[in-house]
């Protein structure tokens, strides 16, 4: 698809000529965007690179264009209301067995991948221990095949006792709450929010990675401003309204 543009911007001719390094540059200006500059600088580089192998040309206009820098950009999380907003809303609208994926996903940053496999496997009780206080994700559920054992703090287990230990979450419902919440979710908004209470309530790098199967790098340079000690606590009282 790059390539196809290159050759309309060119007028039609891959010649060695039509594709000299000032000609590339003025096409790559228009990706401003650093992700799509350097995956069109990907495409073009494996395309020239066929043409030169070819001996169909001999420069490499990409030489002096170097991929942009893309900077790291702080996750965005939901603050305890707007959690409560959610759990609350999620209740209402959505069946029984939603709230236990939701409260996975918020209180043990269980992935939705993972959350779907934990279902899936049939093991979803024996693996959520509530007299151990720990859920087991094993390898054949976990991302990246490494098992995790994830402490069930009062928030989990108090949704759990509510709603069952059977997880279930159709995109369709996700889709749905999204719609009956009044604030935008963000991507991945509900892994970066329980990140950041895991980490209020270790104050460990890690030990929060370990849990949460991610890197100390990671947590300790995205996860530890987000929240103050008083919205910790605040996320970690949330409890399920009583019917």
Known sequence: QTANRLLLFCGGSYSTASLSSAKVKAFMSQF??????????????RFLGYLRRHQQMHNDPLKDLPNKRIDATVPKVLYPEQVAQLLTVAASTLPRKALPALALQLFAAVRPQEVRRLSLSGEASSLIN??????????????GRALRKIRIRPALRAYLEA??????????????LKNSISFHMPPDGLRHTAITGIFHDLRNFAETA?????????????YL???TPMQAKE???LRPIPP
Not at 36 to 44: G, I, K, P, Q, S
Not at 130 to 143: H, M, N, R, V
Not at 163 to 176: A, F, M, R, T
């Open 163 to 176: 709603h069952g230990c059977v997880p279930e979450l159709s995109d369709y419902q996700i889709k749905k």
């Open 235 to 237: 996320f970690w009282s």
């Open 225 to 227: 401003g987000n929240w």
């Open 130 to 143: 509530l007299q151990t206080g720990y859920l087991t994700l094993p390898a054949s559920i976990a991302k």
């Open 210 to 222: 370990l849990e949460t199967g991610n890197s100390e790098v990671i947590i300790s340079k995205h």
């Open 32 to 45: 401003t965007n650093p992700v799509n500059f350097n995956a069109r600088r990907r495409e073009l580089s």
